[in-house]
């Protein structure tokens, strides 16, 4: 069974960056099309962005030009760079291998002064 494990959350002051870490357990990862997902408070989870095994990527609307995912399939991880966040990007971030129910746990974002 596939597990992801996110890291790389905590508080960060409007304007600053974070990196958020997705490891996953899988031989797959390599192949497996990796995306973001956020929840924030009340709200439903949406899509921040997904890459494919090769390095396409994909961005919700609203996310592309401050967020960036990558991976390295060596240290089968993927990323997301997270910059210049705004209290309304605070949110339980998740790491998912699409196309499966596999989950990470959610990793905390807050954005505040």
């Known amino acids: 069974q596939v597990q992801l494990v996110e890291s790389g959350g905590g508080l960060v002051q409007p304007g600053g960056s974070l990196r958020l870490s997705c490891a996953h357990s899988?031989?797959?990862?390599?192949?497996?099309?990796m995306g973001w997902y956020r929840q924030a408070p009340g709200k439903q989870r949406e899509l921040v962005a997904t890459i494919t095994g090769r390095g396409r990527t994909h961005y919700a609307d609203s996310m592309e030009g401050r967020f960036a995912i990558s991976r390295d399939n060596a240290k089968n991880t993927a990323y997301l760079q997270m910059n210049s966040l705004k209290p309304e990007d605070t949110a339980v971030y998740y790491c998912h291998q699409e196309g499966s129910d596999v989950w990470g746990q959610g990793t905390q974002v807050t954005v505040s002064s």
């Open positions: 899988g031989y797959i990862f390599s192949i497996a099309v």
